[in-house]
């Protein structure tokens, strides 16, 4: 199907985009009323994170299934095909780079793509309630000097 706007109308309504969704502020409600403390794409950390406690080093990306490309979902545009190869290639590329940076840094990272919130919102949210819980206990593990590996 044909793009119905001008190029210059469908630059203008991408710019528009902002950070945060219904979904993410769906997701951040729930996990603040189940009494977690953490902030909202923290810009200087690397790759924005969607939610990040710092103090546990915790972050959580909601992975939209178009724009991370899911493997279930995500699909390619059919017209400008080069510049969309391009792009979503290298938000894939990105990720893994995010990952990585995180992983080697110790951190404890969780990606969900945004249909799992979808098919089930509260087992989701309670997955990452599970996840800041295990950095938690980590985190005291340290303190007593005990060794412990956990990555969500």
């Known amino acids: 199907m044909a793009d119905m706007m001008t190029p210059e109308q469908r630059k203008r309504t991408m710019s528009r985009i902002r950070a945060q969704s219904k979904l993410e502020n769906r997701i951040t409600k729930a996990l603040w009323a189940k009494g977690y403390r953490f902030r909202k794409n923290v810009r200087r950390l690397k790759g924005t994170p969607d939610i990040a406690i710092q103090k546990y080093k915790v972050v959580i990306f909601i992975d939209s299934c178009f724009w991370h490309v899911c493997p279930e979902h995500g699909n390619w545009p059919k017209s400008n095909q080069a510049f969309w190869n391009q792009k979503l290639a290298r938000n894939m590329e990105r990720d893994r780079e995010v990952d990585t940076h995180y992983h080697d840094g110790g951190w404890h990272i969780m990606r969900l793509w945004e ?35 956990f990555h969500c």
């Open 115 to 149: 249909h799992e919130f979808k098919n089930d919102f509260e087992g989701a949210v309670d997955r990452i309630a599970e996840c800041i819980e295990a950095a938690k206990r980590i985190k005291n593990a340290e303190k007593i000097g005990d060794e412990t590996q």
